[in-house]
């Protein structure tokens, strides 16, 4: 699925691990994963600009064109 976030170079924090190598993962339920991992994104110029060319790189993968195909077809395995 494209995310256009990752398109424009916005920092990605993921609790689903949908993004890859393009965001920094964290646990959803540790306060403390959370925090350290917004501490890495402000504390890290080397990191935030590895994980912005890795987001535009990920999203170039993905159009709006297959993401409707796939929705489509999600919807006709879901209805048959």
């Known amino acids: 699925m ?3 976030r990752l398109t424009d170079g916005t ?5 689903r691990r949908l993004a890859g190598d393009a965001a920094l993962v964290f646990d959803p339920e540790s306060p403390r994963a959370i925090a350290d991992a917004v501490a890495t994104l402000l504390g890290s110029a ?3 600009a590895r994980l912005r060319t890795a987001g535009r790189e990920r999203a170039g993968r993905f159009s709006w064109r297959e993401t409707a195909r796939g929705t489509i077809a999600a919807y006709e395995r879901a209805l048959a």
Do not use: H, S
Request: proline residues 0%; negative net charge; charged residues 45%.
């Open 2 to 4: 494209r995310d256009d």
């Open 46 to 48: 080397g990191e935030a």
């Open 11 to 15: 920092l990605a924090l993921d609790a």
